[in-house]
């Protein structure tokens, strides 16, 4: 007989920088699509107000009638922000702006640190509308605000994108002294998966100095794989389609391919048929 079907127990990465444009929501649409192109079930939680993540996957603003910040103060399950996508396997629970008032609405509230993991309870178990999901990918919001305290709460890990620029460590060392403080207060269990180098330009020296100075920094924390600036990746987004969809074959998507790969690789997990 064939081998049981080897467990995969859920997942939840937080994709967190507080600087902006650095290549989180890229990274959450572009990485989920891969994981789930390798047999994954994936669920992006878009906890940023912008909405790009919804809108790069396809979602237009009508049919977030029920979003994440619904969700997040209470008012719907789940299972009512959930929205498959062009993607096999992968769905999303959109947000909008109304997540700007989320914050001041929580701030006297016992568990608003607690308001995401509380959410996604149960996310996998049979009967939902999340059924069989291995990987809850948040997008955060560019700050180290409350909405990004519940993401690293929630998470088992955190993955961060890092531009390819010279003030790229600038910023770094207190994004990881917050990971740090959240696991001492709210999230023992919290790690980091990894760093991920995003825009990386080959033809320009001061991209390799700072992968040379982010190596040396981080270590094996940061991923082999490095997100090269691919113009394709940039073009996909207007299109409502992750760059899988829009150019398989263009570099960006081949590096979302191989970092997933490496992800699940540092989980100890084996790709599954799909
Ligand atoms: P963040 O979510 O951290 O603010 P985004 O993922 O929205 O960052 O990326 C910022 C901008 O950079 C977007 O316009 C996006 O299309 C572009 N971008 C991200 N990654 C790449 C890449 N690898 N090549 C080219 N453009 C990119
Ligand atoms: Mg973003």
Do not use: W
Not at 6 to 18: G, S, T
Not at 75 to 87: G, K, N
Not at 142 to 163: F, G, H, R
Not at 173 to 202: C, H, K, W, Y
Request: charge should be neutral; aromatic fraction near 4%.
């Amino acid at each position: 007989p064939l081998p049981a079907q080897p467990e995969r127990p859920l997942r939840i990465l937080a994709l967190a920088n507080q600087k902006g444009g650095v290549g989180k929501t890229t990274t959450a649409i572009n990485l989920g699509t891969a994981l789930a192109a390798i047999g994954e079930r994936v669920l992006v939680f878009d906890l940023d107000p912008q909405g790009n993540a919804s809108t790069g996957l396809g979602i237009d603003r009508r049919q977030r009638r029920v979003s994440t910040y619904h969700v997040m103060s209470g008012d719907a399950p789940l299972a009512d922000a959930v929205i498959p996508t062009a993607v096999p396997r992968l769905s999303v629970a959109p947000s909008t702006m109304d997540l700007l008032g989320l914050e001041l609405e929580m701030a006297n509230s016992a568990d608003r640190a607690h308001r995401l993991r509380n959410v996604l309870k149960g996310v996998g178990e049979a009967g939902t509308a999340t059924e069989g999901v291995t990987y809850v990918l948040i997008d955060c919001p560019p700050s180290l605000n409350l909405l990004t305290i519940n993401a690293l709460a929630a998470a088992d890990a955190v993955l961060v994108p890092l531009q390819c620029e010279f003030f790229a460590l600038e910023g770094l060392s207190q994004l990881l002294r917050t990971v740090e403080q959240v696991r001492g207060a709210l999230n023992p269990r919290l790690t980091i998966q990894g760093i991920v180098l995003t825009m990386f330009d080959p033809r320009n020296n001061l991209s390799a100095q700072v992968v040379a100075d982010v190596r040396s920094f981080m270590g094996e924390k940061v991923y082999e794989t490095m997100i090269p600036r691919n113009v394709r990746v940039s073009e996909a987004p207007s299109h409502g389609k992750p760059v899988l969809l829009y150019d398989l074959k263009c570099a960006g998507s081949q590096a979302y391919l191989r970092l997933a790969s490496e992800v699940i690789q540092r989980e100890g997990r084996m790709p599954v048929a799909a």
